[in-house]
Nanobody, 122 residues
Framework: QVQLVESGGSLVQAGGSLRLSCVAS????????MGWFRQAPGKEREFVAT????????YYADSVKGRFTISRDNAKNTVYLQMNSLKPEDTAVYYC???????????????WGQGTQVTVSS
């Protein structure tokens, strides 16, 4: 079992930046691939970014590529999402997830956090 707790969500103006954090506890953090997903009101949850167990491989949704950066610190059991050049359409609840493979499909992930709200004002 892995418990995930996100933090760092906030209200920010368009063009601004935020860094989300997700701290894991329980089973060995470094044994899991980690992902970030988001869900806007009235929309389905969508993939944002994912990172391999070592941090050496990352993959992004086209909508965030070049603006968001996923990283991890296995010594701190933490995965990050640095979000720059934020747009109003980035407004959503952001979730981190842990799974056995690197993937963009949410059903692949085994454990989920409770989410953190990001609101980008125009």
């Amino acid at each position: 079992q892995v418990q995930l707790v996100e933090s760092g969500g906030s209200l920010v103006q368009a063009g601004g930046s935020l860094r989300l954090s997700c701290v894991a506890s329980g089973r060995t953090f470094s044994g899991y691939y980690m992902g970030w997903f988001r869900q806007a009101p009235g929309k389905e949850r969508e993939f944002v970014a994912t990172i391999s167990r070592s941090g050496g491989s990352t993959y992004y949704a086209d909508s965030v590529k070049g603006r968001f950066t996923i990283s991890r610190d296995n010594a701190k059991n933490t995965v990050y999402l640095q979000m720059n050049s934020l747009k109003p359409e980035d407004t959503a609840v952001y979730y981190c997830a842990a799974g056995p493979v690197i993937a963009t499909v949410d059903k692949t992930y085994l454990y989920w956090g409770q989410g953190t709200q990001v609101t980008v004002s125009s």
